[in-house]
DNA sequence: GACCTTACGATAATGATTATCGTTTGCGAT
DNA sequence: ATCGCAAACGATAATCATTATCGTAAGGTC
C-alpha cells in the first residue's frame, strides 16, 4: 500500500453517480498534478468559478479514493493530501518538502520485507504506510517556492 | 526513522527542567508500555490523582520526544500516540489495530532501501516514515478489546 | 532567600474533518 | 418527456486533537 485507503469496503452495489462537482474535483486535482489539499482544492475550483461546498470536495475525494483514482498520503500536521493516481498502480511517493514535487518510487523490496514481518510476527491483515520525503534537485540549488506551478 | 521526530533541533543552551508534572508524564508512559494518546495519557494521570493541565502532557511529550525519550507515530484519525523509546534506539513498530500492542521490527532492509532511493532520485535530506498495521495473534482469535489492560 | 527563567494550566483559538438535514439531481423505468 | 427515489449536494454546526495566550507558580543558581 504505502498510502492511505479505505480497507476492506466489501462491494458497491450502487455505482457512484457522475455529477459535475465530482468530475471538477477530478479534474482540478488532474491539473495539479502534485499532492493538494482539499481546501487548496476547494479554493482551486471556486477561483476557477466552480460552484461547489467544502462538504462535497471532502466526499468526492473519499469516493475517488475509494474507487482507486486518487492516492492520499499525510503531511506531518495531519493533514490530507490527495493526488491522481497513475495508470501503472504504484502507490509509493517522495515528496520534496520544499515545492511539493513528488515522484514515484520502486517499493518492491518495501513489499516484500512487510510480508516477510508479518509472517514472522504472526500478524494478520498487516498494512504498511510508507512516506519519503526529501528536498529535490531543483530546491537545492535555488530554494525557490514552486508551489503554485505544480 | 519511521517515526517521527522534531527535526534539526540544533541545540538547548538550557536543558529541560525535571518537574513533578513531566516525570509523571514519562513514569505513566511507562506503566502503559503500549502506544498512548496524549488525552488517555492525561485521564490516566488524573485517575492516579496527579493533577496535571492537559496542555502540559502535550509540552511534556513534546519535550520527551525532542530530548528522545519517546517516539510518536500517528493514527489514520491523525492522531498521535506516544510511547517511550527502548534503550536500543530502534524505531519502527507493527501496531495491532485491534488492541494497540506494539512489537518493534527489524528495518534494516527499509533504511537501505530508503537511502538508495534517495540516491537514485537526486533528493537530499530523505526522511522516512514507515508504519505498519496488522491483527496479532491474539486478536485473531478472540477479538477482545484488551485495550486498557496494555 | 532573591531573582530570573522555565514551566504550568485554565481557557480560548485553530484548523482539518465529519455529521446533520433539508434540498437538489442523476438516471433507470414508465 | 416525466416520475420516483436513492444518491449527492451544501450550508451550517459539531467534533476533536492540538496549539496559542498569558498570568501565575516554581526550579535552581547566586
Known amino acids: 500500500m504505502g498510502v492511505l485507503h479505505d480497507a476492506m469496503t466489501p462491494k458497491r452495489s450502487v455505482p457512484p453517480r457522475s455529477t459535475r462537482q465530482r468530475q ?67 502507490r509509493h511517493y517522495l515528496v520534496c518538502r520544499a515545492c511539493g514535487l513528488s515522484k514515484v518510487v520502486e517499493a518492491d523490496a518495501v513489499e516484500r520485507w512487510a510480508e516477510n514481518v508479518a509472517e514472522a510476527t504472526g500478524f494478520a491483515e498487516v498494512e504498511h504506510t510508507v512516506e519519503l520525503t526529501g528536498v529535490c534537485g531543483d530546491c537545492r540549488v535555488g530554494p525557490a517556492a514552486r508551489d503554485s506551478a505544480g
Open 24 to 90: 471538477a474535483v477530478l479534474s482540478a486535482l488532474h491539473a495539479r498534478g502534485a499532492f493538494t489539499s482539499a481546501r487548496d482544492l476547494h479554493e482551486a475550483l471556486e477561483a476557477d468559478g466552480v460552484a461547489i461546498g467544502l462538504t462535497t470536495v471532502y466526499r468526492a475525494l473519499h469516493v475517488l479514493n475509494r474507487t482507486g483514482r486518487v492516492d492520499v498520503i499525510r503531511e506531518k500536521t495531519g493533514e490530507r493530501l490527495y493526488r491522481p493516481r497513475p495508470e501503472d498502480g504504484h
